[in-house]
């Protein structure tokens, strides 16, 4: 990987963290798994095209829906976390972007 490749990577998936944290602070239970499987369907997009390849949309979605899947598996809690302090005000528009950030720069 070229340092021009790196530099982008970078800049994807640290504006699709907070892209993803942003949504993830409106405090409804649920809309945060949704945020999260359009933000990493459109940063693998972006991250194949650094790489001069394509992927379809659908096939983006399908990766992101196994990666949710694997996430829920492998971290219940943490998921269940993050939907659940939405219900608490103030603390949930703090705690669930938080894990939300961690999530997308982990996958």
């Keep these: ?19 993803g944290a ?17 933000t990493m369907t459109t940063m693998t997009m972006s ?4 790489f001069g390849g394509s992927l379809t949309e659908e096939a983006a979605k399908a990766l992101a829906i196994a990666t949710i ?5 492998k971290q219940p809690i943490k998921t269940l976390t993050k939907e659940l302090s939405k219900l608490i005000p103030f603390l ?13 720069e982990a996958a």
């Design 69 to 73: 899947k694997n996430t829920l598996l």
């Design 1 to 19: 990987m070229t340092e021009d490749q790196e530099s982008k990577c970078h800049k994807i998936i640290h504006s699709h963290a907070v892209a």
């Design 22 to 38: 942003a949504g993830n602070a409106v405090p409804v239970p649920g809309l945060g798994i949704a945020t999260d499987m359009v």
């Design 92 to 104: 949930g528009q703090v705690v669930a972007p938080s894990i939300t950030v961690i999530m997308l």
């Design 47 to 50: 991250l194949c095209a650094v």
